[in-house]
């Protein structure tokens, strides 16, 4: 089945610790997003890829990093979270930028306390 | 991106169809009607496009006017699992960021 994966699903961290959140497809698509999702802001891109090794900034960029080594993944990371990085996230793909339809993954909902 | 308009939200009996509108009055010629929608903080769902002609896929329709300064998401049977919020997002194909710009969007209620 054709699918972005997130994981985890939930987590619930401290601040200051190092996290990882894991984004695979399967549809070799070549770009690939991430979103963060808080009540009253909607969607807000963190991080996009056209390619790999070719990530670039979104909108709201700070406290997070990507990497592209192989077209299906892009992970998240948070090097140092803090409680404002508290929200929803999904990361997404399509084929190429801006073209068709987006597949988004299930979401991740983070806690950072 | 030209902006999109929506109302807030919306009610429709099940078994009925339940468009849902978009206002999208300073589109541009190179941009398309993209239609999402998310169910209860799941990831968003694609649901159909187009640039100025009728699209229909198995999901959904989409009327766009002439002008293309607005267009309709039709449900032809909604059931209460179509019971989402519902986004309009116009963009243009091959965009150098890729980002999809989300606004309120539609709550759509399917009710029994």
Redesign the interface.
């Known amino acids: 089945e054709a699918q972005?994966t997130q994981n985890p699903r939930y987590l619930i961290t401290v601040t200051g610790k190092k996290l990882t959140v894991t984004c695979s497809q399967n549809m070799n698509h070549e770009?690939m997003?991430w979103?963060r999702?808080d009540p009253g802001l909607?969607?807000r891109?963190i991080y996009?890829s056209?390619n790999v090794e070719v990530t670039?900034k979104?909108?709201v960029p700070e406290g997070y990093k990507v990497s592209r080594k192989e077209k299906r993944n892009f992970p998240l990371i948070l090097e140092s979270p803090s409680p404002n990085q508290t929200s929803?996230y999904?990361c997404?793909s399509?084929l190429?930028?801006?073209?068709?339809?987006?597949?988004?993954?299930?979401?991740t909902?983070l806690t950072v306390v | 991106d030209a902006k999109t308009t929506q109302p807030p939200s919306m009610d429709c009996a099940e078994g009925r169809a339940a468009n849902l509108p978009c206002n999208h009055s300073t589109i541009s010629g190179n941009e398309y009607v993209?239609w999402?929608r998310q169910i209860h903080?799941?990831?968003?769902?694609?649901?159909?496009?187009g640039l100025k002609n009728n699209e229909t896929n198995e999901m959904a329709s989409l009327i766009i006017t002439e002008d293309r300064k607005s267009s309709t998401l039709i449900l032809p049977h909604a059931t209460l699992r179509d019971t989402a919020v519902y986004y309009c997002i116009v963009?243009?194909?091959?965009?150098?960021?890729?980002?999809?710009i989300?606004?309120?969007g539609t709550t759509l209620q399917v009710k029994p």
């Open positions: 972005v770009y997003s979103y999702q909607g969607l891109q996009y056209m670039d979104g909108d929803l999904f997404a399509s190429f930028s801006g073209v068709g339809g987006y597949t988004f993954g299930s979401g909902r | 993209y999402y903080s799941q990831g968003p769902q694609y649901i159909i496009h963009r243009v194909a091959g965009s150098n960021t890729g980002k999809l989300f606004g309120q």
